[in-house]
C-alpha cells in the first residue's frame, strides 16, 4: 500500500525535480520540438544546421515551454467513441514544460493533455546525475464503447508506468520498472464483463561483462479479476542471457528463462526456456544467423489438449550485392502435444522457409518477401468431427515498391496469403492490394493519398462457397491536403473512408489555424464523422465534431 | 532433437570458452577506428564547435541526449558532440580530415557508432540479429539526436490522419524518436498505416498505445516487462485471457497454429474486434462441420453459447468462464 502510495505521487515527485531544475530560457533562437512535425517541410527553412543567417545572430529568447487550452463540442451517439472519448467541453489540450538542464541541472520534460475531464495524459521524463539516472514516468487514463448492436456502458482503461534507469558502472546499467493498470471492459448481454487490476514489477541489470553482454531480469505479473470469474494470478519470470563475440566473424548468445505462474486455488505451472543464437560473419557482405530453441511447459491444471515441449530450430543466410540484399531464412519446429484424453503424445512438425530480396531500382525500392510453412506430421484432435484442424499449408508473398524524391514519395504493395486445409477442404486466398503517395506541390501546398483493398476467396468442402459469406471484402481509402500560406496561417483537410460487408463510415476533417505575433496560436477544427451499418443501424453514428484551440508558448 | 541437444551442447562449451577466450575486432568500425587513432590532443574544447555549428549547438540542450554526454567525469570520447562525432581537431585537420556524420555513414557503421556507448542496452551482435538492421535500418533511421535538424520525415508527416487532431490525450513520442510512432513507423511500413485506417483497430492512432507497446524495434533491458512467457505479447495487456485455463482453447494457446493472430487482425479490420472475419464464420475456418448444422445463423460466442472461446475454467466447450 505505501508502495502505491509513493508511487501514485511520482509524476508529481517528477514535476517537482524539473521545477527544482528550473524551466530555464537560453538566450537561444526558438525552434519548434523535434516531434513536431505535423506541418510539411518548408524548403525556405530547409537550410544546413551550420549556416546561420544574420538574423539568428540576434539571440531571442528561446520559448520551449507550451500550453493549449480550448473548447470542443462532439454531437454524435457513444458509437463515435469506441477507441477513445472525445473532449468535450472546456479543457486544457495540452501543457509542455522543459528544463534544458543548463548549468549542470537536471534535465527535466513534462508533459499534460486532457486535463481536467476523461482522456487524459501525464508524462515526465527527469534525467538526473549527469545522465546516469534517468526517471520516466507516465500516468494515462481513457475510456472507450465497445461498437455492437446494443449499447454498452463505459469501458476504460488506467495506467501507471514508471521506470528508473540508472548508470551502476561503466557499460553496465541497471533498471527498476512499475507498471499498474486497471482494465475494465463492458460488453453487451448476455457477455458478461471482464475488469482486471494488474501490478508488474520488474528490476534487471545489463550491460558489458567479461568481454559480452550480460542481462538480468526479474519480472512479477500480478492480475487480480475483480469480478472473481478468473483466479488470481503471479507470474515470476527470470531471465539470463550472456552474449559474446568469439573472435571477430563470430558471436554466440545464450539464454535461459524460467516463469513460474502461481494461480489461487490451482496448482503452480512453470515454464522454462533455452535458447542459443548468433551470428557467422562469412565474409564482408555474406552472414549466417542462426537460432535453437526449447521450451518446457509443466501445466499441472490443463485437463484438455496441450504442448509440453516446443523446439525451433532456425538458420539465416544473407547477402548484400550492390544496392541489393537478399535472405533465406529456414525454420523447423516440433511440439510435443498431449492429446485431449492424455492418452498419448503427437509431435507436429512443421518446417517454414522464407526469402527476402530488396534494392534500389533507380530511385525506387523494391522488396519482394515471401514464406511457405508446410506441416510435415500433424496432431490428432478428439472432437466429433476428427479430421486435423491445423492448416498443412501458409503461403505469403508480397512484392513491395516505393520511392520518389523531395517532391514526390509513391508506394504500392501486393500481399497474397494462401492457407489450406486438405483433410477439411478449406482454402483461404486473401489478396491485399495497398498504393498511395504523397507530394508537395510547393512550399504551400501538399497533398496525400492511399487506398487499400482486402479481397477475400474462401472455400470449403462442408459448405461449397458458404464460407466465403462470412469474409467480406474491404475498401479503405484517405485524401488528405495541406496548405501553408506563411508561418502565421495554414490549414489542412483530410478524408477517411472504410467499407467492409454491411459497415461504411466516412471521417472529413477540416482544420485551419492562424499565428497571432511569435508565440500564439488559433486553431479551428471541424470535423463531420459518419458512420452506418446496413445489419445492425445502431451501431452507426453520425457526429460533427467541433474545436477551437488556443496555444501559447512561453 | 538429439541432434538439436548437441548443437545446444556445443554452442554453451564455446560460450563457456568466451568468457577466457581473446576476442581481437579486426573488423573495427569507422567510428572505433577513428577514435582509436586519436589522441587527448585531438580533443577541443566543445564551445569550438559552436563557431561553425551554432544552432545545433545552441539547441542541443533541449534534446535528452546533453544530459547524457555532459558529465566531465566521462572519458573523452564518449563527451559532447566530439563523443559522437569523433575528435574535433581530426574533423578540422587540412589533411585526412574525418567526422561520423551519422547521415553519411552507411546504416551498419552508422548504428556501430551508436553501439559504443549503447551497450548496456544491447550489444552490436544483438542489434545485427534484429529485422530492422537486416533491412539496414540504422539507429538515425527512427532516434533524431538533435532536436533542430530535418527529421527526414516530411512525407509522413504530410499523411496526416484525422483521427490524431481531433484527440488530445497522445502519449509524447519516447526515447528521442523523430515522431509520433504512428507516423514513424507508418512512414516505411505503410501498408500498417492503412490498415489502422479501418472501423476497428488498435487506439494506435488515437494515442493510445504506440507501436512498440506491441513490437520491439531491437532488444531493450527491460523488454522483459512486455513478455508472457506462455502466450506472448497480447496478453499482457489482455490478461483475462492470459490463462493458463484448465480448458485451453488449441490455436488461442499457441499451442498449434499463430496465436491470437489466427484469428484477429491486430492492426485493424472494418470487422468486429479486429476478426479476420464475421461472426461464425471465423470458427468454421476450422469446426467446418459446424458452419451449417450447429446452430446456423448464431454467432458462436455472442449468442451467449461459447462465451468463452479463449479458454474456460469451468467448461470444455468454453460456454462458461
Not at chain 1, 270 to 285: F, H, Q, R, V
Request: hydrophobic share 30%; aromatic share 8%.
Amino acid at each position: 500500500m505505501k508502495l502505491k502510495v509513493w508511487l501514485s505521487t511520482g509524476t508529481m515527485a517528477i514535476l517537482a525535480m524539473a521545477a527544482t531544475a528550473g524551466w530555464a530560457q537560453e538566450e537561444t533562437k526558438q525552434d519548434p520540438p523535434a516531434t513536431e512535425t505535423a506541418q510539411p517541410a518548408d524548403p525556405a527553412n530547409e537550410q544546413p544546421a551550420d549556416q546561420t543567417s544574420d538574423s539568428e545572430e540576434k539571440e531571442a529568447p528561446v520559448k520551449r515551454n507550451e500550453f493549449s487550452i480550448g473548447y470542443t463540442s462532439s454531437r454524435g451517439n457513444v458509437n463515435l467513441k469506441q477507441h477513445a472519448r472525445i473532449p468535450e467541453g472546456f479543457g486544457i489540450h495540452n501543457f509542455r514544460l522543459l528544463a534544458p538542464g543548463t548549468e549542470g541541472r537536471a534535465w527535466a520534460k513534462f508533459i499534460g493533455r486532457g486535463f481536467p475531464r476523461q482522456d487524459n495524459v501525464l508524462q515526465g521524463l527527469a534525467i538526473l546525475n549527469n545522465g546516469h539516472t534517468v526517471i520516466r514516468g507516465i500516468r494515462t487514463e481513457y475510456g472507450f464503447y465497445t461498437k455492437d448492436w446494443r449499447t454498452k456502458g463505459l469501458s476504460e482503461r488506467r495506467d501507471v508506468d514508471y521506470t528508473i534507469d540508472q548508470s551502476i558502472a561503466p557499460g553496465i546499467g541497471a533498471f527498476a520498472k512499475y507498471h499498474s493498470f486497471d482494465r475494465q471492459n463492458r460488453y453487451p448481454a448476455p457477455r458478461d464483463g471482464d475488469h482486471t487490476r494488474n501490478e508488474v514489477l520488474a528490476v534487471g541489470v545489463g550491460g558489458k561483462v567479461l568481454e559480452g553482454n550480460l542481462n538480468l531480469a526479474v519480472a512479477s505479473r500480478r492480475t487480480s479479476d475483480v469480478t472473481g470469474a478468473q483466479p488470481k494470478t503471479l507470474q515470476k519470470q527470470y531471465t539470463a542471457s550472456y552474449s559474446h563475440d568469439l573472435g571477430d566473424v563470430m558471436s554466440l548468445e545464450g539464454s535461459f528463462g524460467y516463469a513460474r505462474i502461481e494461480q489461487s486455488g490451482l496448482a503452480s505451472s512453470n515454464i522454462k526456456t533455452y535458447a542459443l543464437g548468433g551470428n557467422i560473419d562469412m565474409g564482408p557482405s555474406t552472414g549466417l544467423q542462426f537460432h535453437l530453441g526449447r521450451t518446457d511447459y509443466d501445466f499441472n491444471n490443463i485437463q484438455n489438449a496441450y504442448i509440453r515441449k516446443r523446439l525451433v530450430t532456425s538458420a539465416r543466410l544473407m547477402h548484400h550485392f550492390n544496392k541489393w540484399s537478399v535472405q533465406l531464412g529456414y525454420k523447423h519446429q516440433e511440439t510435443e502435444r498431449v492429446r485431449k484424453d492424455h492418452t498419448f503424445v503427437d509431435v507436429p512438425k512443421y518446417n517454414e522457409f522464407d526469402a527476402r530480396l530488396a534494392g534500389k531500382l533507380g530511385p525506387a525500392r523494391l522488396t519482394i518477401r515471401g514464406s511457405y510453412q508446410d506441416l510435415l506430421r500433424s496432431a490428432v484432435v478428439q472432437t466429433q468431427d476428427t479430421r486435423q484442424m491445423i492448416w498443412d499449408d501458409k503461403a505469403m508473398l508480397q512484392t513491395k515498391l516505393d520511392g520518389g524524391n523531395d517532391k514526390v514519395q509513391v508506394y504500392a504493395a501486393h500481399t497474397y496469403r494462401f492457407h489450406q486445409n486438405r483433410q477439411r477442404g478449406v482454402e483461404m486466398r486473401w489478396n491485399n492490394l495497398a498504393f498511395g503517395g504523397s507530394f508537395i506541390a510547393t512550399p504551400q501546398v501538399s497533398l496525400f493519398g492511399e487506398v487499400a483493398f482486402d479481397n477475400f476467396k474462401v472455400q470449403g468442402s462442408d459448405s461449397g462457397q458458404y464460407l466465403d459469406f462470412y469474409f467480406p471484402n474491404a475498401r479503405n481509402a484517405a485524401l488528405g491536403f495541406n496548405y501553408t500560406k506563411d508561418a502565421t496561417l495554414g490549414g489542412s483537410a483530410s478524408l477517411n473512408y472504410y467499407s467492409s460487408g454491411d459497415v461504411s463510415g466516412t471521417q472529413l476533417t477540416l482544420s485551419v489555424y492562424k499565428q497571432l505575433g511569435e508565440d500564439h496560436k488559433v486553431e479551428l477544427l471541424i470535423a463531420p464523422w459518419r458512420q452506418t451499418d446496413k445489419l445492425y443501424g445502431i451501431t452507426g453514428y453520425r457526429a460533427t465534431i467541433l474545436s477551437a484551440r488556443y496555444t501559447v508558448r512561453f | 532433437m538429439k541432434v538439436q541437444a548437441l548443437v545446444l551442447i556445443v554452442g554453451i562449451a564455446m560460450l563457456s570458452f568466451g568468457f577466457t577466450g581473446t576476442a581481437q575486432r579486426k573488423n573495427a568500425s569507422f567510428a572505433e577506428k577513428l577514435f582509436a587513432r586519436a589522441t587527448a590532443d585531438d580533443f577541443m574544447n566543445e564551445e569550438a564547435c559552436g563557431e561553425c555549428h551554432p544552432s545545433v549547438v545552441k539547441n542541443f540542450s533541449a534534446s535528452p541526449h546533453s544530459a547524457l554526454v555532459s558529465d566531465s567525469k566521462l572519458p573523452l570520447d564518449k563527451q559532447g558532440c566530439q563523443g559522437c562525432h569523433g575528435p574535433g581537431r581530426i574533423h578540422q585537420a587540412e589533411e585526412n580530415a574525418e567526422v561520423i556524420s551519422y547521415t553519411k555513414l552507411s546504416p551498419k557503421e552508422s548504428s556501430a557508432a551508436c553501439l559504443r556507448c549503447h551497450e548496456k542496452t544491447m550489444s552490436e551482435s544483438h542489434w545485427k540479429r534484429t529485422e530492422h538492421a537486416r533491412a539496414d535500418v540504422a539507429c538515425v533511421s527512427c532516434h533524431q539526436i538533435h532536436t533542430d535538424t530535418e527529421n527526414g520525415l516530411a512525407h509522413a508527416s504530410v499523411k496526416s490522419d484525422p483521427r490524431t487532431t481531433v484527440l488530445d490525450a497522445k502519449v509524447d513520442p519516447k526515447l528521442m524518436l523523430k515522431a509520433d510512432e504512428a507516423t514513424l513507423c507508418g512512414s516505411c511500413h505503410p501498408t500498417v498505416s492503412a490498415e489502422f485506417r479501418s472501423a476497428n483497430h488498435h487506439p494506435v492512432p488515437e494515442g493510445k498505445m504506440a507501436c512498440s507497446d506491441c513490437h520491439s524495434a531491437h532488444p531493450s533491458k527491460n523488454g522483459v516487462t512486455t513478455q508472457d512467457m506462455f502466450k506472448g505479447k497480447c496478453v499482457t495487456c489482455h490478461t483475462e485471457k492470459a490463462g493458463p485455463f484448465i480448458y485451453e482453447h488449441d490455436p488461442v494457446a499457441g499451442f498449434t497454429g499463430d496465436g491470437c493472430q489466427e484469428c484477429h487482425r491486430p492492426h485493424g479490420t472494418n470487422n468486429p474486434k479486429m476478426l479476420n472475419s464475421v461472426t461464425r464464420g471465423l470458427c468454421a475456418q476450422c469446426h467446418t462441420d459446424k458452419l451449417a448444422q450447429h446452430y446456423p445463423g448464431q454467432t458462436c460466442w455472442n449468442s451467449g453459447c461459447h462465451a468463452s472461446s479463449h479458454g474456460s475454467n469451468s467448461d470444455p466447450r468454453f460456454l462458461k468462464p
